[in-house]
Structure formats: structure tokens, C-alpha cells
């Protein structure tokens, strides 16, 4: 399938979404957030459409934004239908809060004339009311059938340029959900812990479900949702697929948990370490440890490396210690030899 050109399914490359969280109808604020999400690695960017203001911006978010984008819309379905028309690549709906049956139908027909996408989405917190009982006894048995529902009602008007997502709001839950519809539709899944917290928190439960998801060939394109700044939700999206080999390794920074050994203050150099290794954008893994017992080990199998002890630290280029200097110096002797072999410099 192809939301806008970006391949989702069939054995594409896992698709990394995020959700701004401006208001819609303030273009610049808008598009300075989907370009910040797309540098980040974001594929595909939802915007919310929650009403007239929002869709009148839409053409021009469309015509800005580096990809394709996909309208968020609930209650009203002229606001899905008004947002294809201005260019999304696709509409995300819940069919049971969209207005009934034949107000679906002229969303369907809406996307069927622009090529467009529907996302069938269904969460815990919004199952049609006949499931609730179900839900208390089987809330993963819920989500499925409430998408399947949907999923048959699409297929009744003959569309079947479909997403799906089955989320909730417990980690275990979305993946026994998830797990069922792989096994029960033949549409790409979109993934996500909903409502997953923090970003401490709600990184945490959204690698463990997603991680076990995709570890079992389960999902097509993921989301972290976490409150705060959607960037952040990208970047960890992309962490848990590169820890899963899943996508390009890119800049990763390997350090110690530091211990009674410790010898140098080494957090403060870890984190400064991978902020400059992400601006850099090198795929390039980076050890930072922090004492004489495992730490000159590690650093000689990364890429980069640096070990301290008491004072001072030594830096390692591709497996081999290649300078010695005082820990204050660390950081910029270390970034001094990275730059140097991939500028052309010696040692290259």
C-alpha cells in the first residue's frame, strides 16, 4: 500500500508516524513542527482536523510538509471528506463516533476518488457500547472485534485501501490485540501503546509492546505517543526499530552504568557525547566508559570510544587506543577524531 507515495506493508520498511501538537490552523507553527518531525526520522505526520479553521489550512500544510500527511477526524464527516479534498494522503477515523453508516460511505467515497488511505482506529476508551461487557472480561477480544466490524463495513462499499490500529492503553493488551488481527486481516497495522504517559514512563511501555510486536514480524507503521514533544516520541520510535535492527543503526552511544569504579564524571560526558554524535548524523556506535576494568574493552570493539580513569581518559579509534588526555579534554579530542577520519583527515 502507498499512503502518498511512503510504502506501508508488504514487507516495506517499518514506518515511523508522530501527531503534531500545534494548533492546525497556525501554518507556520504547523509546518515548523513537521519539518522538525520529518528531520527526525518521521515517514508520515498526522495533524489534527478538529474543525473548519483546521481544513482551511490543510492545502497549505499539504503543499509544505516534506511528507505525506494524514487528517485526524472525529464527529464530523465533512471535515474528513473537506481534508481529502485539500490533499491529505489519508483521513484516520473511528467509525463508530463519524456519524453512522452512510455518512462513513461519503468519507469512503471521499478517499476512493484521491487514492487516499483510511485508518480504521479503535481504542479502549471508545469501543461501541455492546462490547463493554466484553471488554471487562476480554478488553484484548474487544478491540479485535470492534475492528473487525469496521473492517467489514469498508469492505461492504468495496474499499479496501485500508490501516488499522487496535490500542490501548496497557502495553499486554494491545499486543494480544494486535496479534489476533495479524492473523485476521490482510491490512497493514499501525501500532501504538495509547495514552502510553510520560516520556519516561510512557517510552518505557511503549518499547515493551511494540518491541514484542515487531520482534514477532507484527506492524507496518508505529507511533510512540508520549506528553510533551512529539520530536521525542520520534526518536525513541526509531530506537526501539534500530535496537530491533529494524531500520539503519545510525548514531548510538554506549556507556556504563557507573559503579564504585567509576573514576570520572561520566554523565555528564555520556550525554554530551550524544548530543554532538546526533548532530553529527553518523552511523556510527560510540562507547563512553567510565574505568580501568571493562571499560577499555568496550570502547576498543565500538566505533569510538572513550575510557576514563582518575583524571584522565584514553581514545579509541576503530578498535585501537589512539590518544591519551586529561578528562576535561575527552569529549573534544574524541568528536577531533571523529571528524578527522570522516573528513578525509588521517587515519581515514
Known amino acids: 500500500m502507498a499512503v502518498g ?5 508488504g514487507g516495506a520498511p517499518v514506518v515511523v508516524q508522530s501527531m503534531t501538537n500545534t494548533r492546525t490552523d497556525d501554518v507556520q507553527a504547523t509546518l515548523s513542527q ?8 518521521a515517514g508520515l505526520v498526522r495533524v489534527a482536523v478538529p474543525g473548519t479553521a483546521a481544513v482551511a489550512a490543510m492545502a497549505e500544510l499539504v503543499k509544505g510538509s516534506p511528507v505525506p500527511l494524514i487528517a485526524d477526524v472525529h464527529f464530523d464527516h465533512t471535515l474528513a471528506v473537506s481534508a481529502l479534498e485539500a490533499g491529505a494522503a489519508g483521513v ?8 453512522g453508516r452512510e455518512k462513513i460511505r461519503v468519507v469512503v467515497e471521499a478517499a476512493r476518488e484521491r487514492n487516499a488511505v483510511i485508518r480504521v482506529g479503535v481504542n479502549s476508551g471508545s469501543l461501541q457500547r455492546d462490547l463493554r461487557n466484553m471488554e471487562a472480561r ?3 477480544g474487544a478491540l ?12 461492504a462499499f468495496d474499499f479496501r485501501a485500508l490501516k488499522v490500529s487496535a490500542k490501548s492503553s496497557s502495553p499486554m493488551v494491545t499486543v494480544a490485540a494486535n496479534r489476533v488481527l495479524a492473523e485476521r486481516i490482510p491490512y497493514p497495522l499501525h501500532l501504538g501503546v ?17 518491541g514484542v510486536l515487531l520482534s514477532q514480524g507484527v506492524g507496518d507503521t508505529i507511533r ?3 506528553t510533551g514533544d512529539p520530536v521525542e516520541e520520534v526518536r525513541t520510535a526509531l530506537e526501539i526499530l534500530r535496537t530491533l535492527d529494524l531500520a539503519p543503526r545510525g548514531p548510538r552511544v554506549i556507556s556504563c552504568p557507573t559503579c564504585g569504579r567509576t573514576e570520572i564524571d561520566l554523565e555528564p560526558i555520556a550525554l554530551e557525547v550524544e548530543r554532538r554524535l546526533e548532530e553529527l548524523g553518523l552511523e556510527l556506535e560510540v562507547a563512553v566508559m567510565g574505568c580501568r576494568v571493562n571499560g577499555p574493552g568496550e570502547a576498543a570493539k565500538a566505533d569510538f570510544g572513550i575510557a576514563g580513569g582518575e583524571g584522565e581518559g584514553v581514545v579509541f579509534a576503530k578498535g585501537r587506543p589512539v590518544r591519551k588526555v586529561a578528562e576535561a579534554d575527552l569529549v573534544e579530542a574524541l568528536f577531533a577524531e571523529i571528524v578527522s577520519r570522516h573528513a578525509g583527515g588521517p587515519g581515514c
Open 5 to 9: 507515495g511512503v510504502l506501508v506493508g
Open 34 to 41: 513537521i519539518r522538525a518531525l520529518v528531520t527526525a526520522g
Open 92 to 99: 484516520r477515523i473511528n467509525p463508530g463516533n463519524i456519524g
Open 138 to 140: 476480554d478488553p484484548a
Open 144 to 155: 479485535v472485534e470492534s475492528a473487525l466490524r469496521y473492517c467489514a463495513l469498508m469492505e
Open 194 to 210: 495509547t495514552e502510553a504517559g510520560t516520556r519516561w514512563a510512557g517510552s518505557i511501555r511503549s518499547a515493551v509492546a511494540l
Open 224 to 226: 510512540v505517543s508520549l
